[in-house]
């Protein structure tokens, strides 16, 4: 496969509508978001709500949340995201920030088609980062109750499904696409969800389907066909298992090469198969054997108490509200600008500016996190030694959501080179290289 850049979104959007199982009223706002942030969600209607990310270390037991994909963290769920998840994955949005009033997603008319409507008129952005890519090296194959998925080595992302419904009208359909944005948006987005009339009474039972309809779900009985409503493809169903599949791969965070092959899988065995991918790259990174670093936390979402664990900056010079993400070698935070701040008194008067000096300590003080986050440098602390090629290309005002994104460039021993750049609305504000040394404290 050609090398592919990481995307992320132009402009602003959002999109509102009914959860199908919840049948509760949500709301979604798109944002740009710099290169190997993902896909996060910010609860707007929780205040303090930790934001969490679209990964496998926040996907919620399918057992307790069944017929659909769920995340969550200490603090709230969300339910549904499989088809906003599909239409990200397949039109290759690697990184986007997702503000959310609700607990599901809306389900719109049942299909992905409603989210690359919207993602389309916000545009779509190539970012300067590559992606980064997993390649299905040695086959996967998972088992369970006549249900089937499998993982092929392949150059690119080709998926074929079986769908098999023996006993009923829907009897046995097949379809297999290698996944383009393009394909995508014309054969598969369109497809809607679907269930048989024998299901509905007990989908009711179990408390799912309450926001579900015959023009939102595709409702199929032996005799009458499609109840009030009709197929946009014949083989609608099996395009939709598609579908939700690519939404659930979505959860690896990292584009993935492989055939995967599913015969009656549902969101359960998918969900076992990226795990499965995810555990054989680690162990392919790891050269085949060890496990990960203990400096690796089990969350790479740090809040602000977590933040002053780690960096020794304090009211009022702690420039740094939250990290929405944090690898070994990178790290990405956020400051939200106020008109509170202390230096806008006399930085500007009637002019407030956010000084050029305090968005590089910004920058610094993620770095900080990033350096000091290391299991051998817990209790030390990181100084500056050289700052170079700064760039300021947009002032910084009150009301500005300030992303600050630091990645190391270099390391050795105890000196960090790292490169610093900050974003607003996903536009580049500034950019700074800098380098670090770590002293015991």
Known sequence: MEKM????????????????????KSSLVFKPSPADTGIIFFRKDIP?????????????????????????NETFQIHTIEHLLSALYAMEIDNVFIEMEGDECPGLDGSARPFIETFKKAGIKTLEKE?????????????????????????????????????????????????TPE???????????????????????????????????????????????????????????ISDLIGDLAILVNYVCAHIIGIRSGHALNTRLIKKIKDQHKKEKLGGVGSPSPSVRRSNILSVEEIVEIIPHRFPFLLVDKI???TETKAVGIKNVTMNEWFFEGHFPNKPVMPGVLIVEAMAQVGGVLMLNKEENKGKLAYFMSIDNVKFRKAISPGDQLILEVEVIKLKSKVGQLQGRTFVDGKLTTEASFMCTIIDA
Do not use: W
Not at 54 to 72: H, M, V, Y
Not at 199 to 208: H, I
């Open 5 to 24: 850049n990481q995307k992320t979104l132009k402009g602003t959007a959002e999109i509102s509508g009914i959860g199908l199982h919840t049948g509760k």
């Open 131 to 179: 992606k980064d890519v997993i390649y299905v090296k040695e086959p996967i194959y998972i088992s369970n109750n006549g249900s089937h998925i499998i993982a092929l080595p392949n150059d690119s992302l080709k998926i074929s499904y079986t769908l098999d419904y023996p006993e009923t009208l829907l009897r046995s359909q097949y379809a297999s696409y290698t996944i």
């Open 324 to 326: 929405v993400d944090l």
């Open 183 to 241: 394909t995508y948006e014309k054969n598969l987005a369109p497809a809607r969800t679907f269930c048989l009339k024998d299901e509905v009474e007990s989908l009711k039972k179990m408390g799912l389907g309450k926001g579900s309809d015959y023009k939102n779900t595709l409702v199929i009985d032996d005799k009458e066909g499609v109840i009030n409503n009709e197929f946009r493809f014949d083989d609608e169903p099996v395009r939709h298992k």
């Open 48 to 72: 303090g709500a930790e934001p969490v990310k679209a990964g496998i270390e926040n996907l919620l037991d399918n057992a307790k949340f069944p017929r659909r994909t769920s995340i969550g």
